[in-house]
């Protein structure tokens, strides 16, 4: 189910930061915690495509609560259209679903979710399912959810401290994840890096709108003020330098890294007003027979990415400037 956990050393060193959801502060998205030393870190993918919410949780007490699994198929509650009204994890995956899938189209979630007591149990699981012992301690010790084919594992105890609207925007980017994986028939394949956070953003963001969490606008707003803020004191690489997890991972540990998950929201929001989302899902369905990842984004959006790249230069160079 997990092929992919010894890649989890890409992760080794990288650093834990405030997370945005979108260029949201996390005050902003965090009404209330229980712990108050908690603080929340962007998601971070592993090479085998794994994506990896991190968070340091630390002096918060560990949960007594046991492992367990909630598969989404299992679930007979209704879905809700605001998240005001979500405070279980089964009304909030159904929740999401629905928008993912009557309101995106996105195929249905067939995913999992599964609740590790605390860091030790998660880590024990990354073993367990094949991370080398080093990579399993080293991420589990600051990873909040892992997203894969089919699962996403959750520290527990960490997830705990979250408010729901917090929990409802990690799960929706991650479970954007699964949905991924089911594009490309369980492969990770070769799709650009920025592509699949930036797809995962603009999921999120969707749900959040639909849930009454924030304004899809405003959260466009925020990102691209983000990117612009950041440009304004370095420069941010191009988004053909971030198509695979190691540049991803290098952008991540570098001093621009705030900007990254905005500035690949932008892009893939520009990309979809540009395309459609339906060749956004074609790109990604490529994969389960091709890693020929220029001649996959040619086929989906119809344009060279020369071209897609130009265009969005021009984009970046009006919000920008
Ligand atoms: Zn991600």
Redesign the pocket.
């Known amino acids: 189910m997990v092929s992919g956990f010894p890649g989890l050393s890409n992760v080794e060193g990288s650093r834990t930061r405030a997370y945005v959801v979108s260029g949201f502060s996390r005050t902003q998205l965090i009404a209330a915690t229980r712990c108050s030393r908690i603080s929340i870190v962007r998601?971070?993918?592993t090479l085998a495509g794994w994506?990896?919410?991190a968070l340091v949780a630390a002096g918060c007490a560990a949960s007594s609560a046991q492992p367990r699994t909630i598969a989404i198929d299992d679930i007979r509650v209704a879905p809700s259209r605001q998240a005001i009204f979500i405070g279980d994890y089964d009304r909030a995956l159904v929740s999401i679903a629905a928008v993912t899938e009557r309101d995106l189209g996105l195929p249905a979630l067939k995913a999992s979710l599964h609740f590790f007591p605390n860091r030790d149990a998660l880590r024990a699981a990354l073993e367990a399912q094949g991370a080398y012992p080093v990579v399993a301690r080293d991420a589990a010790a600051v990873m909040m959810a892992i997203?894969g084919p089919g699962s996403v594992f959750i520290n527990d105890a960490a997830f705990a401290d979250l408010n729901w609207n917090s929990r409802i925007a990690v799960l929706a980017?991650?479970l954007?994840?699964t949905i991924q994986y089911e594009f490309a028939g369980g492969r990770r394949g070769t799709s650009d890096q920025w592509l699949?956070?930036g797809f995962?953003?603009w999921v999120q963001a969707r749900v959040l709108d639909a849930l009454g969490v924030m304004r899809r606008d405003d959260i466009r707003t925020r990102s691209i003020r983000w990117v612009r803020d950041t440009h304004a004191r370095r420069s941010l690489p191009p988004l053909s330098g971030l198509t695979t997890f190691p540049e991803w991972v290098a952008f991540h540990n570098g001093r621009a890294r705030d900007s990254l998950?905005p500035y690949a929201f932008v892009a893939t929001d520009f990309l979809i007003e540009r395309h459609g989302l339906d060749a956004m899902t074609t790109y990604f369905r490529l994969f389960a027979e091709s890693d020929d990842r220029l001649a996959n984004f040619a086929t989906a959006f119809g344009e060279e990415w020369t071209a897609f790249d130009a265009a969005l230069g021009a984009y970046f160079t009006r919000l920008v400037f």
Do not use: C, M, N
Request: zero cysteines; charged letters at 30%; hydrophobic letters at 25%.
């Open positions: 998601p971070v993918e994506s990896l919410a997203g980017h991650e954007t994840h699949r956070e995962a953003e998950y």
